[in-house]
């Protein structure tokens, strides 16, 4: 589903005296199949933002499309459940949502309420336990006793069980250990392959977005900061520093290349293996390859 | 979040009311709500309307805030006034209408009761707009003492309110967290039959507990690795202190007291 944002303002406690403006005429538009990265300094709005997308915030001025609905002040669908079977979202610390006695169940707890059919669910089931790897024998378990790890992986699966097309992920590997963290993205970049879905990834890991968005767009003070390819947009060393945030790795590295050997290797989000090349031809030549 | 009642809501600033000491506030209005009971005609309801409005200004809470905060509280002046309207036959009969005969006492009456009623909760929503929770406990706290000497846990019990207040704001962001993302699992909190709504609170009340427990516990530990041992030779961060300006407002209050004592009607 195609997502666009026309001039969105989005006020906390409006007409209170702790109003807070979280967005503020903010436009962009996210094609049908991307994977777009959402990246800012903590209080830009990105959860704000994404709450937008499966109507649980209205915006106080401008107007939200996602596929064929139109959300606004105005004109507000009075059945979300439609757009929210949809658009399924992984929210900031998902294990806090978790509430039944059994893992089973809680996974199961989305598509009921989205009225998918028993057997069905039993099919989704066996399909998602393994992909966001859970052994089977914890379906029987109380989701409680579980890690926080595992807890995590439990709720995602819930999400996932729901076979949403839009896929949105706050933060998803937060807090996890390293490994983890890339089995679980990987999972999300493999589902967001295999099932064509569009999948906006909000993140404050520079690496995750260079390696996994196709478009990246930077939130500061709840406005477009920048927008672009990872690989434009990433290497602006000096705008990202200015709103709190760092280049990756690898570009920080081909930055420091550069002052030291005074020779500019451009990056193109080329992989490791083709930089060390790429370093290797700089400082002893070609000759010898 | 619903932020309508403001009973709880504080709302910063650096006015007079706000930079009174909270022993005064709370003193002030406890007499306050007593002697709101002894007005009885025109000017001594005027000194308590005054008061109470001039505090109101001085606060500098905006007007609009105030009185949006009081719209649960408007339809039960209004019930009180409509009730003395119908039932109260004292004085003469001023107009009929229909059935009823409407009777220049029951409208004296129901004015003065709302009155009463609006005054007493104008002021004390004043003092919860104006003074943080913390400060209220701590008012308390102090104001307490002297039960210590009948072994009265005052420090245990101010030390239960202001962790419940601390959490008040924290437990409500949580319901609103929770609701919202039970909702994207495609619960319906708001319409449907009631049977299904009713059904629809154990995803939410759930997690709610298991994270106040979790909560809990944490604190208790953390309270205690900070060597917390209870209010015995605790010394305290924010020291209460009776300045210039409370006399001052003391001797205000005195001041409306006797002119309310000097204008009632006696007998
Ligand atoms: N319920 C709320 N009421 C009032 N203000 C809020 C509320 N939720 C968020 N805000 C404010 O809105 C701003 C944006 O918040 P948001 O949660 O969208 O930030 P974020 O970019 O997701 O941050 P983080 O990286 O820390 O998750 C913040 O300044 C925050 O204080
Ligand atoms: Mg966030």
Redesign the pocket.
């Known amino acids: 589903m195609d997502i666009t944002f026309e001039n969105v303002t989005y006020i906390?406690?409006h007409n209170t005296p702790?109003e807070?403006k979280?967005l503020e005429n903010l436009s962009f538009h996210i094609e049908s199949g991307s994977f777009v990265a959402v990246v800012?300094h903590?209080?830009?709005?990105?959860?704000?933002?994404i709450s937008h997308l499966n109507g649980l915030s209205i915006p106080t001025k401008g107007k939200v499309r996602i596929g064929d609905y139109s959300l606004s002040k105005e004109h507000k669908p009075g059945d979300m459940k439609e757009l929210r079977s949809r658009v399924g979202v992984v929210f900031?610390y998902p294990e806090h949502q978790l509430f039944e006695e059994t893992v089973e169940k809680d996974i199961a707890f989305g598509p009921e309420n989205f009225g998918v059919s028993e057997r069905e669910i039993k099919k989704r089931i066996q399909e998602v336990i393994p992909a966001v790897g859970l052994p089977e024998s914890m379906l029987e378990r109380s989701p409680f006793d579980l890690s926080g790890g595992q807890m995590r992986r439990v709720a995602i699966a819930g999400v996932l069980a729901v076979k949403p097309d839009v896929l949105v992920l706050d933060?998803p590997t937060a807090g996890l250990d390293p490994r983890g963290q890339k089995e679980i993205m990987d999972m999300f970049y493999r589902l967001h392959k295999e099932q064509g879905l569009t999948t906006i990834l909000?993140t404050?890991s520079m690496e995750d977005a260079l390696k996994y968005a196709d478009h990246v767009m930077i939130?500061n003070k709840?406005t477009k900061y920048l927008e672009g390819k990872p690989e434009d947009v990433f290497i602006q060393k000096e705008a990202l520093n200015q709103v709190q945030l760092d280049v990756p790795e690898i570009v920080q590295f081909l930055i420091s290349f550069e002052q030291k050997f005074k020779t500019a290797i451009p990056y193109q989000k080329q992989s490791v293996e083709e930089i060390a090349r790429q370093v290797q031809r700089v400082v002893i030549g070609d000759e010898l390859l | 979040?619903n932020n309508s009642l403001i009973i709880g809501q504080y709302v910063p600033g650096d006015s007079l009311v706000h930079r009174l000491d909270p022993r005064t506030k709370i003193t002030i209005i406890f007499f306050y709500v007593f002697i709101v009971f002894f007005a009885n005609n025109l000017p001594s309801y005027g000194i308590l309307i005054l008061f109470a409005l001039s505090s109101m200004l001085t606060s500098r809470v905006p007007i609009r805030f105030i009185m949006k905060g009081l719209t649960p509280v408007w339809f039960l002046i209004i019930f009180t006034f409509i009730l003395h309207l119908f039932v109260t036959k004292e004085g003469n009969v001023i107009f009929n209408f229909w059935i009823f005969e409407f009777y220049s006492g029951g409208v004296i009456q129901g004015i003065a009761i709302s009155t009463r009623f609006f005054l007493l909760i104008l002021v004390t929503s004043l003092l919860t707009l104006t003074t943080t929770p913390i400060e209220i406990t701590d008012a308390i706290e102090d104001m307490l003492r002297p039960l210590n000497k009948i072994k009265f846990p005052v420090h245990e019990l101010a030390l239960m309110m202001s962790i419940s207040l601390r959490f008040i704001p924290t437990l409500m962001?949580e319901t609103?967290k929770i609701s919202r993302a039970q909702a994207s699992r495609g619960v319906d909190f708001r319409t449907g039959p009631v049977k299904e709504r009713i059904k629809a609170v154990v995803p939410l009340l759930v997690p709610l507990f298991v994270s106040a427990f979790k909560r809990a516990e944490e604190l208790a530990m953390a309270m205690e690795a900070r060597g917390y041992q209870g209010g015995e030779g605790r010394s305290k961060l924010r020291e209460l202190k009776i300045e210039k300006i409370d006399i001052f407002v003391y001797f205000i209050f005195v001041l409306v007291i006797m002119i309310l004592f000097a204008t009632r009607t006696y007998g």
């Open positions: 906390y406690q702790f807070h979280a800012g903590t209080g830009s709005g990105k959860s704000t933002l900031q933060e909000v404050h939130l709840g | 979040m962001q609103e």
